[in-house]
Nanobody, 127 residues
Framework: QVHLVESGGGLVQPGGSLRLSCAASGNNIFSIRVMGWYRQVPGKQRELVAVAVRDGPTNYADFVQGRFTISRDNAKNTVDIQMNSLTPDDTAVYYC????????????????????WGQGAQVTVSS
């Protein structure tokens, strides 16, 4: 079981920046393969913002257009996203996401295919 705690949301003016952070915790977490961020606005489906694969590639949604940077700390099981040049269209609830967790057990590594989500962080871009 993994618990995700997000921080860093808030109100920012157009053109401004925000940084969201997410910390994953749980018993005997050995590794997390996929960590990322999604967002959702009322009435729309949740959409991918960015994802970082452990020791692998990072991928961004087309709408990011170089404005956001995702980073992760594998030792701390954290994932951040730095968001610059924000526009009102970026207003949404942002959710931290992790997938492909492995736990250390007495018998070796135990994989977990559950998708875990944070509670959401509101980001509002408005003047």
């Amino acid at each position: 079981q993994v618990h995700l705690v997000e921080s860093g949301g808030g109100l920012v003016q157009p053109g401004g920046s925000l940084r969201l952070s997410c910390a994953a915790s749980g018993n005997n977490i050995f590794s997390i393969r996929v960590m990322g961020w999604y967002r959702q606005v009322p009435g729309k489906q949740r959409e991918l913002v960015a994802v970082a694969v452990r020791d692998g590639p990072t991928n961004y949604a087309d709408f990011v257009q170089g404005r956001f940077t995702i980073s992760r700390d594998n030792a701390k099981n954290t994932v951040d996203i730095q968001m610059n040049s924000l526009t009102p269209d970026d207003t949404a609830v942002y959710y931290c996401y992790v997938d492909r967790v492995a736990y250390q057990t007495r018998n070796g590594l135990l994989p977990d295919s559950t998708n875990y989500w944070g509670q959401g962080a509101q980001v509002t871009v408005s003047s």
